[in-house]
């Protein structure tokens, strides 16, 4: 069964930085796309980073230039790296990911839990 489990939210005051983790786990045969999205209470999910599967990254202008997105293949890892936090950046973050479990089968969408990140004074 996979999972996509993240790690690294919590408390920082505006300006600060955070390093969120996401780690992938079972059965899998490959990771295509791997994304951050966040969701703050009463608003859409959005994207907020997307790396493909060549290693290439798309930011939406909401955080071009304050966060950061890389991947590590054979671990099954991705990082999300934010600087400048602002507190509009407060919500939940989670890790989403296309994955391949069987050659013969296309892959499938695959969701994290999310963690918590709050940017306040």
């Known amino acids: 069964q996979v999972q996509l489990v993240e790690s690294g939210g919590g408390l920082v005051q505006p300006g600060g930085s955070l390093r969120l983790s996401c780690a992938a786990s079972?059965?899998?045969?490959?990771?295509?796309?791997m994304d951050w999205y966040r969701q703050a209470p009463g608003a859409e999910r959005e994207l907020v980073a997307r790396?493909?599967?060549?290693?290439?990254?798309y930011y939406p202008d909401s955080v071009k230039g304050r966060f950061t997105i890389s991947r590590d293949n054979p671990k099954k890892m991705m990082y999300l790296q934010m600087n400048s936090l602002k507190p509009e950046d407060t919500a939940i973050y989670l890790c989403?990911?296309?994955?391949?479990?069987?050659?013969?089968?296309?892959?499938?969408?695959?969701w994290g839990q999310g963690t918590q990140v709050t940017v306040s004074s």
């Open positions: 989403h990911a296309v994955i391949q479990e069987v050659r013969t089968q296309p892959p499938y969408n695959y």
């Open positions: 079972g059965s899998i045969v490959s990771i295509v796309d």
């Open positions: 790396i493909f599967s060549d290693g290439s990254p």
